[in-house]
């Protein structure tokens, strides 16, 4: 089984290094750079290497519209996405190989180095309106040609969540993902311990956009963004009172949670609608062919 492997950046040229640096080590049979629009000589670093196959400029700054421009370009029967973020640790590509010949999709754990010690994630599933939803990390996934294909790649209506609206997509098609622990990457935690500001209006509108794409109008839509409404509001509400954010930050938060949620719902809908097919993809890989500005194809 060859493996592609596609890896989406904007402005990340010294950790892109890094991980390609890692890549390089484990030899996976092709490896996609797919920038844009970095201004920070990204270009000009991958062009420079002899283990990055295939360069793929873009002018958009969605990571969707990125992992479906790699899949135009890529020619391995599994196809792998990576953050720039991350290194791959010795048998990430053989682990891809292993395990993706009985499953759908593939992911493995994410170490995360700490102060204190490691940390790692582990498996998440959830049952909805009768359907088994694994989620897996869209910086650390393989899919099999067909799979992908089937779902016509990710949905470039989502700035962000598109890869939890793909594994919504995959139970729907009746796909199943492993894990696999030797598909393991690493990353240092951010300078900032980790602690970044969240666009609330684009979190709930993806959020929203997901669920009513994926399962119409149920009750179980308002009731899950609900669910996470009121927990995040609880979270800001202890750092009020920790002196860690003010109260107008609260209400600002609230008002972007809501005109969030209402938007994607609706363009959930109008989603729904617009792709009837199991796949639930308006704005998929096939939708386009423009995608790309500039390759750089060493093939």
């Known amino acids: 089984m060859d493996v592609s492997v596609v890896v989406p950046t904007l402005n990340e040229r010294d950790r892109l290094e890094g991980c390609l640096d890692a890549l390089s080590a484990d030899a996976p049979d092709e490896v996609i750079v797919v920038n844009g629009p970095s201004t920070d000589g990204t270009s000009g670093m991958v062009r420079d ?165 994926n399962y119409g109008l149920h009750p179980t839509v308002p009731f899950r963004t609900g669910r996470h409404a009121v927990a995040d509001a609880a979270a800001t509400l202890r750092d009020v009172a920790g002196g860690e954010a003010r109260p107008t930050t609260w209400l600002g938060n609230g008002r972007d949670v809501l005109l969030g949620a209402t938007r994607g719902y609706a363009d959930g809908i109008r989603a729904r609608y617009a792709d009837r097919s199991p796949r639930r993809n308006p704005r998929g890989w096939s939708n386009r062919t423009d995608r790309a500005v500039a390759v750089y194809d060493k093939r």
């Open 49 to 213: 290497r002899d283990d990055v196959d295939v360069l793929v400029e873009i002018d958009g700054r969605n990571v969707n519209t990125s992992r479906n421009a790699g899949l135009d370009r890529a020619r391995g029967d599994a196809i792998a996405y990576l953050v720039p973020t991350v290194r791959v640790e010795d048998g990430w590509a053989d682990a891809i190989r292993g395990t993706l010949a009985d499953a759908g999709v593939v992911t493995g754990p994410t170490h995360e180095e700490l102060r204190a010690g490691v940390a790692t994630d582990s498996v998440e599933t959830r049952a909805i309106r009768g359907r088994s939803v694994t989620y897996f990390n869209g910086g650390n996934a393989a899919f099999s040609r067909e799979v992908l294909e089937d779902l016509d790649g990710f949905d470039e209506n989502l700035e962000t969540g598109g890869a939890r609206d793909a594994a919504h997509r995959v139970a729907g098609l009746g796909y199943g993902v492993a894990w696999a622990s030797e598909m393991c990457v690493s990353r240092e935690t951010a300078t900032d311990g980790g602690r970044t500001e969240r666009d609330w209006r684009k979190r709930y509108h993806s959020l929203a956009y997901r669920l009513a794409k």
